[in-house]
């Protein structure tokens, strides 16, 4: 067994520290150190996406990096985008326009989708599968996730303007 | 929502508020204290025995608790087993370790427990297999030839079963006639090829088994897709009482058939943890995930069409070679059958035969997966009438018009024993037809040739026959399980229901549809019915838990029992406005007075408050509001529809791009339109990864080449094209509501809708797609074979 060494990361805006192996990946420190079991493993290999991350504002997988190499990182989960008790309106989008059925890559692509929308905040659809490409679902054939983003793309744009 | 007619309604979905938040809770999340966590190690070889194996070195690492090589496994544990057994089938179950040889890489060896994943993985270096490598088969056809070597010595050849369907319908006729095939002024034939693919649900498998030593009682966190059968089959091999099994089923990360099976790991970590007495934890890699799930799909097909000139069909026979693996899984060789079952398709063919063969080769074993060899036998169907029609230089809606099954022949005794209850096959051909504008797009179509744009039209009609089925059907066919569904409903003291399912939810909203279906039929708001699944304790036994049966099973399940609810409410009502009985109804979650000027009404909250009182009871009622109610259907339904594909191929490089992609369903009455649209995308999304992109392939040796998703490729978003959804609505004549099952359907016309289109596109060089999937590579090489 290798020895422990002491992580501190800012989790969904709270500082926390914990103890991991140093070959531990970011995803098993959130979801069995801190268990933030909402960030999904779907491949560990960096295709599906399932396991992605905000990791100082920008898109990650949670899978590719070892927790020891993220120290000190400010680090967004799903867990983290409820704001005094609000919905992120792409959580809600998701919901309203049927973008998730089992429900495991759905974490990942809404962050995605916050990340996309964050570069371009008025994607076409075309933009948004071009962009999108690196999550992968099983269950919903994309359509209605494109719809989904597309949706919360309007909500948020109306609420800004 | 301010209705009682849920039924129909978008209704949100009530699986969304947990998921959206990350607040699900799949078997990976689940965290027992004290939980150990088990590695298996996998046979990297496809056939080979095995002269020892030694884990002294493993078992005395620090973090390990405990190693399992089949020395380890109790003598009491039996294999599971083979629940399709055909006559003639050969036999063979699932054990819980290889057993003195590998057949397929990924195959079960030894098993680490240990204080983490990452220790247990660690002690799998430290095992040593002694491996006596041994001749492989991976070919199904080379796997049938004279001296192959043999898989399953006890099988003495490699023929899992050789199936004969020989033109029987269910009303024991028989139509086929050989002679007409020599006769017959245009004979067809197709030689097809579907590639090994799979459901690959994005959460992989895993499982939790949690030992209390003291109650005798084994709690298991698992991802099965029948739960209740699970339980019976796990008991029984464990040599448990079924009593001391409990199963719970926490959310699903996508099942698509896959889960439907039993598996070697839910042995191992079961064993571990009455071993050990903690709770023990198995959760898959995707690696696992690609070599030691079910795979599916893998046929070599050959058919035969007798045709008259004017197209119309005098006989279909043929040849179905299922390549299935190193050994009989779970479901035996259903799909195969299913395929041989559902060829006839939409059409009038009576005159029938069709031989099945599945042949053991070294490769993960091929079982359940979402369709069920419903798929590979509509890719036959559509395959033989575009190529049909091309040698006939008809059109190809032009023949599928002319042989199709009219609304005014159901029911129709297929000639594979299908009984087919309904449907409107022209209705959704024709709507298809219209809706993708394919007059226009035939005109266009030569213009844009002369472009250099070779763009093709693909048709594929289908028929699903779902709902399985009627219990003595599976008998029939030997299948050793019911195809019942339960449900109790319990209205409680102020009104509100409570559902009680013994279906698994896998993400298509099963909770939201039956909650549906309750509140319609109590005529109470949606959110006053509660669904409860997922723990064997509580919830009815279920029989088979698939195929497309949520709404046309498990739903009217929930209607009876209402029904019987309602007429209890009505007895308890009549004493309540002193009525007879015989002028009540009961409506809008009340029961009133038939037809009084002034409205006399009880609610269902004031009856079921006089129902738990029990002060002033009907004679021979008893306290409570609640039924059971289990359902055995009197048929399966026949869901059905025609998808139009428009795409264009790059003659370059193989390419494919989607113009269009229209699909007219017709599953009976929709529930809930929205899961409904959701349902078939995802179905089309998964079919078309196996027709353009997914197959794992192995090399002669039996090494698995494809145990990434880099080198398995899984449609991605701009893989799967935009679609059109229309509906025909033909209700089954024989279930309450009409529904028909259509969680599934999805998966079986895209195949040859696409080999179809790309066959069209490039009708000018004669390049005919007759294997899926049709990857870029593969299109590329046939256009240089035919352009030379």
Redesign the interface.
Known sequence: MMAQVAITLNVNGRNQTTLAEPREILADVLRDRLGLTGTHLGCEHGVCGACTVLMDGEMVRSCLLFAVQVQGSEITTIEGLEENGELHPMQKAFSEYHGLQCGFCTPGMILAGIDLLKRNPDPTAEEVRDDMGGNICRCTGYQKIVESVLGAASEMNEVTS | MTTTEWIGARA??R????????????V??I?LPGTLHMAILRSPMGHASINSIDASEARAM??VHMVITPDDIPDHVTQFPVIWRLPGQKDSGTPALAEGKVRYVGEPVAAVVAESR??AEDALDAIDVDYEPLDAVTDAEAALEEGAPVINEDWGDNVAIHHVFAGYNALGECHYDAETFDNAEVTVRGRLKIGRHS??????RGIVADWDEVHGRLTVHSESQVASLFRTELAASLGLPETAVRVLTP????G?GNKWDRYPEDLLVSIASMELGKPVKWIG??REGLMATVHGRAQVQEWEMALQSDGTILGLRGKVINDLGAHLHSVGIGPAWVTGAAAPNQYKIANYYCDVIAAATNKAPSSTFRGFGGPEGIFGAERMMDKAAKQLGMDPAEIRRKNMIQPDQFPWFNAAGAVYDSGNFPECLEKALEAADYDRLRAEQAELREQGIFRGIGISSYIHVSGFGPSPILGYLSYYTGGYEGSTVKVDPNGKATVYTGMIP????TETTLAQVAAHHLGIDMDDVRVVWGDTDQTPYTGFGSAGSRSNVAAVAVIRAIEEIKAKAIRIGAGMLEADADDLEYAEGAVSVKGAEEMRSVTLAQVAQQAYWAHALPEGDQPFLEATYVYDPPNFTTASGCHVVVLDVDTKTGKITFQNYVIVDDCGPVINP??V??Q???????ALGGALLEEFVYDEEGQLLTT???DYL?P???D?P??EIHHVVTPSPHTDGGFKGMGEA?TFPPGAAVANAVTDALSHLGVEADELPITPSRLWGLIQEATG
């Open positions: 949100p979905r699986e969304d508020p947990a998921l959206i938040r990350g607040r699900g809770r799949y990976a999340d965290n620090d973090g990452y220790v459901g690959i649900p994005l959460e992989t959310n699903m990360g996508g698509f890699d995707r896998m993400g298509q909203g929205l899961l649209e959701g078939i995308h995802g179905g089309v999304a998964q990434s998703f880099m899984l991605s978003f701009t799967v935009d679609m999805g």
